[in-house]
């Protein structure tokens, strides 16, 4: 427990040093939660690198999270503690595939979901979050849409706005996500009869069909706390849970399956954090053809959020 209290106080002594901000997703490890200057989903981690002043981004999240900060700030120091922690579902939708459907469908618009590579996104002409698909789906000016990698946010953004929308690849998944399952859930309300069940739509839409409540996990955050309910069955990564425990300490947490875990989430330690801040590494690196492609369906996307507000 010291040696973790030494690690917190040198991580923000060189943050104060170096002008660096911690950013961390809200499925990292408690104590990189904890050590982090924000907390949030994905579009709120993009809207944070958009608009920090920092010369140093740390990101505590997977790559194309990362990726996205280095996009919106060629000019600042974007570095990941871990520089394996990629997400396999991005990985699932290279940019050859966006190529090959794009001369396939010529006039269909195409949305990626921000879970994509840097260089997919370069052929993209929006991108989302789990927070916004539906929303940035209704502002193409199309009724056909190529929509990827995850082939259950396609199917959800089809729900919400009746347009087609056509998954590249087919079957893209995450595999957290999959691992839920409709007949658990329904045991678990079972023995929690007053609880509220909340899922991410990266999961299988029969994980929906249970849920009182689908969104991105912030939103699931935002629900729990401004619920009356004191309990909450939740299918999604388990590293929101210690975020809502923190507070929202009068309700219990359930996850709905405890082994929903993100491994490459979880590659960042406070020791990593540490010598990330020390070294400045690893640094994110984008050729800058990438970059320019990519920064406009990006901030297309966190342009319609400022919109709002
Ligand atoms: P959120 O944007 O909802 O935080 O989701 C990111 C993610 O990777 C879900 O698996
Ligand atoms: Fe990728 Fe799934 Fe991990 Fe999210 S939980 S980062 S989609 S593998």
């Given at each position: 427990m010291n040696a973790q209290f030494n690690l917190m106080e040198k991580i923000q002594k060189l943050k104060r040093e170096k002008k660096a901000v911690i950013l961390a997703h809200n499925y990292q490890r408690p104590e990189i939660q904890d050590i982090a200057d924000f907390v949030g989903d994905s579009l709120e981690l993009s809207l944070c690198a958009a608009q920090t002043d920092a010369k140093i981004i740390v990101f505590c999240g997977v790559n194309f999270m990362a990726e996205t900060a280095a996009v919106l700030n060629f000019d600042k120091k974007v570095l990941i503690p871990d520089r394996n922690a990629l997400c396999p579902m991005a990985s699932m939708l290279p940019a050859e595939l966006v190529r090959l459907y794009k001369r396939k469908y010529p006039k269909a618009k195409i949305v990626l979901y921000i879970n994509s590579l840097a260089e997919a996104k370069a052929y993209c002409d929006a991108v989302c979050t789990s927070?916004?698909?539906a929303e940035i789906v209704n502002r193409m000016d199309s009724e056909v849409a190529l929509f990827g990698p995850d082939v259950n946010l396609a199917r959800y953004a089809q729900?919400?706005?009746g347009k087609k929308i056509i998954p590249m690849p087919r079957y893209g998944f995450c595999p957290v996500h999959k691992l839920f399952n409709k007949n658990s859930i329904i045991r678990l309300r079972q023995a929690y009869p007053d609880a509220e069940v909340m899922a991410h739509p990266e999961c299988?839409?029969?994980?929906?069909?249970?849920?009182?409540?689908?969104?991105?996990?912030?939103?699931?955050y935002g629900r729990a706390l401004a619920?009356?309910?004191?309990?909450?069955i939740v299918a999604t990564e388990v590293g929101l849970l210690h975020r809502l425990k923190k507070d929202k300490s009068e309700a219990i947490f359930i996850p709905a399956y405890e082994e929903a875990i993100c491994v490459n989430m979880k590659l960042h330690t406070?020791?990593?954090v540490y010598l990330c801040l020390r070294d400045e590494k690893y640094k994110i690196r984008l050729p800058p053809k990438i970059i320019s492609k990519a920064r406009e369906p990006i901030e297309?996307?966190?342009?319609?959020?400022?919109?709002?507000r």
């Open positions: 927070a916004n698909a729900m919400k706005t299988d839409p029969s994980i929906w069909e249970v849920a009182d409540f689908v969104g991105s996990t912030s939103r699931m619920s009356k309910a004191n309990g909450f406070l020791e990593k297309f996307m966190l342009k319609i959020r400022e919109t709002q």
